[in-house]
């Protein structure tokens, strides 16, 4: 069959150049250590004023997660200008539906950073069940290269939950590069990890203040 957008959003999953592709994009979900369930809402970005940046961050331009936006998830955070947010459905076929899961999580939302001028991604994976430091651990040790991790209480906006930092030693590219991730529990038992990738160190650092910026204004939707 033809190569459509839907694989080559898979493709973005995987390492180093493909970053540039996307995933199968059209639902979205996620969890916070006080979240609830949010309805399903229509593809656009959200207008309400966002809570403010904090230090170390980039200035707020939007949010996503809550009603009106791309993805429908059980907590909102603030968006950096031009990260563009779309919502995740596992693929039919199971070879493409397996890259939208890792370990316990799934994937429920893939944030852009190309708009913006960066090569990675933000993405949202859910874990229905668990405490939010072994979903994290599990969902580390499912990464191919994964090592070095180093785990840390972290506040997550209001919530309380738990982040790390390790390598990615990538074959494609014959290199090491940092990602980050930070998780917190759910009010109906489930975890959602916010986790921040990207093609190299360099890029990895550009985006950081996005990422710091979803943590520090994670809201349950």
Excluded: N
């Excluded at 996307?22 to 809570?51: F, I, K, N, V």
């Excluded at 738990?162 to 030693?169: A, G, R």
Aim: glycine share 12%; hydrophobic share 45%.
């Amino acid at each position: 069959m033809p190569e459509s957008s839907a694989i080559r959003r898979v493709r973005a999953a995987v390492p180093a150049a493909l970053l540039a592709a996307g995933l199968l994009l059209t639902g979205c979900g996620a969890d916070t250590g006080t979240g609830q369930g949010a309805a399903a809402a229509p593809a656009q970005r959200s207008t309400a004023p966002a809570a403010p940046a904090g230090p170390g961050t980039a200035a707020p331009a939007g949010t996503v997660g809550g009603p009106g936006t791309p993805c429908a998830l059980p907590v909102s955070f603030s968006l950096a200008a031009d990260w563009e947010p779309e919502a995740v459905e596992p693929a039919a076929d199971p070879d493409l539906a397996a890259l939208t899961r890792q370990g316990p999580a799934t994937l429920r939302c893939e944030v852009d950073a190309k708009p913006a001028g960066h090569i990675g991604f933000l993405r949202v994976w859910t874990v229905p069940e668990g405490r939010a430091r072994a979903a994290l651990e599990a969902f580390v040790t499912a990464e191919k290269g994964a090592r070095g991790a180093v785990y840390s209480a972290a506040e997550a906006g209001p919530l309380t939950g738990v982040q790390t930092v390790y390598q990615v030693h990538e074959e494609l590219v014959g290199g090491t590069k940092t990602e980050r991730a930070f998780a917190v529990g759910t009010a109906d038992g489930g975890v959602v990890i916010v986790h921040l990738g990207g093609l190299d160190a360099e890029e990895h650092e550009a985006m950081r203040p996005a990422y710091e910026l979803a943590r520090s204004t994670l809201r349950a939707s």
